[in-house]
């Protein structure tokens, strides 16, 4: 069975400071990996995915994650926040080779970004 | 602009009434889930739909239940509501062909019950 962890409940973080969100998983077997966010009072929005390939990701927004199949790691870095980054993030995996898909979450990682 | 919309973004309900939470797609995704956020929890899948009349339960399937009758509507249903089932109710779907597992959400419907 899979597993995501994401240690940090909450991260603090001052305007244009940059910032890293953990994500470690377990899994037997091959898996993809993503990053949500959610913005306040809205649903989940894809932020990033890997699915094979290059170890770094990016998004269209300047946050980028590494998978390290070692660590079983997908942590989240951005190398500087805006206020507007204020949100939660939850890590997400997925088994490969499944027809009929479920992603597993993490607890999610609050960003709060103080001016 | 693709989408998955659920009909109620909040509800207030009294204990043992029914519930129906209504979300729709427009991506022909074979695929949608119904999901359950709680602070601390994460999401945590109740039930899934592989294909029309076809559902599978998730992790926490109990109290609830779902339909589908159509590809693009997928119902969750509470028989007899619960304070316990207060709750931030998130909707999602993914396309069957190639499938990576990358979920597309809905707004989400926030139920309070009394």
């Known amino acids: 069975a899979q597993s995501v962890t994401q240690l940090d409940s909450q991260v603090p973080v001052f305007e244009e400071a940059p910032v890293e969100l953990r994500c470690n998983y377990s899994s037997s077997v091959s898996v993809y990996l993503f990053w949500y966010v959610q913005y306040p009072n809205q649903g989940l929005q894809l932020l990033l995915k890997?699915?094979?390939?290059?170890?770094l990701v990016e998004s269209i927004n300047g946050f980028e994650a590494e998978f390290n199949k070692s660590q079983t790691s997908f942590h989240l870095r951005k190398p500087s926040v805006h206020i507007s980054d204020t949100a939660e993030y939850f890590c997400?995996?997925?088994?490969?080779?499944?027809?009929?898909?479920?992603?597993?979450f993490g607890s999610g990682t609050r960003l709060l970004v103080r001016p | 602009d693709v989408k998955v919309t659920q009909s109620s973004r909040y509800l207030v309900k009294r204990t043992g009434e029914k519930v129906f939470l209504e979300c729709v797609q427009d991506?022909?995704?074979?695929?949608m889930f119904w999901y359950r956020q709680d602070p601390g929890l994460g999401l945590r899948l109740i039930y899934f739909s592989y294909d029309v009349k076809m559902k599978e339960k998730g992790d926490i399937p109990e109290g609830y239940s779902v339909s589908r009758e159509k590809k693009e509507r997928f119902s969750l249903i509470l028989e007899s509501a619960s304070t316990n089932q207060t709750s931030m109710y998130l909707c999602a779907s993914s396309s069957g062909l190639g499938n990576t597992g990358e979920l597309f959400f809905g707004e989400g419907s926030r139920l309070t019950v009394l």
């Open positions: 997400a995996v997925g088994r490969i080779g499944r027809s009929s898909y479920k992603l597993i």
């Open positions: 890997y699915l094979s390939g290059s170890t």
């Open positions: 991506m022909d995704h074979e695929n």
